[in-house]
């Protein structure tokens, strides 16, 4: 998309597809989640991107269907946006999310692969930072008895 008036007007279809979508009253036409509309330069093309609900591919049926729903939605969102040509709805299955998944997995079984899942056990640097830790915190509540200690003497010797 080049410019801000096709990405801006490609929002709007994006809001006016979604909702109409759910009013179109086709029992062929399942549920699914507009991911993104691009916009010609001109305004008179929207290519709708859209993923099935559950996932997958898209059947013969729904494509269908979805053809039917661009055709009685061109005029109501071209009315609906106060453009001076409806966009013809052109929907198209966003194979981006299928993508990013199955390339996800493949970096994750590469990760496997040259870094195989070693058992973490505590180093012998580890176990002696921790016991300097607790020696030092050891310190710490001998000092503080002993200054609440003193504390306790002063109130006592004071008289009343």
């Known amino acids: 998309m080049a410019g801000w008036r096709p990405a801006r007007v490609g929002e709007m279809v994006h809001r006016e597809v ?33 993923l099935p609900f559950g996932g997958g591919e898209p059947n013969k049926v729904l494509n269908e269907a979805l053809g039917r729903a661009a055709r009685q939605m061109r005029g109501p969102i071209g009315r609906a ?33 040259l870094h195989p899942a070693a058992p973490v ?24 008895d002993e200054v609440e200690a003193d504390a306790d003497d002063a109130d006592a010797e004071e008289p009343r």
């Open 18 to 50: 979604a909702s109409r979508l759910r009013q179109v009253k086709d029992p062929e036409l399942t549920e699914i989640s507009v991911t993104s509309v691009e916009m010609s330069k001109d305004l008179s093309r929207a290519v709708v991107k859209y």
């Open 81 to 113: 946006l106060r453009l001076r040509i409806a966009p013809e709805l052109v929907f198209q299955w966003d194979r981006n999310h299928e993508d990013a998944v199955r390339l996800t997995a493949l970096l994750d079984q590469i990760g496997k692969e």
């Open 121 to 144: 056990e505590a180093s012998d640097d580890d176990v002696e930072e921790d016991d300097e830790l607790a020696d030092d915190d050891a310190v710490d509540d001998v000092a503080g």
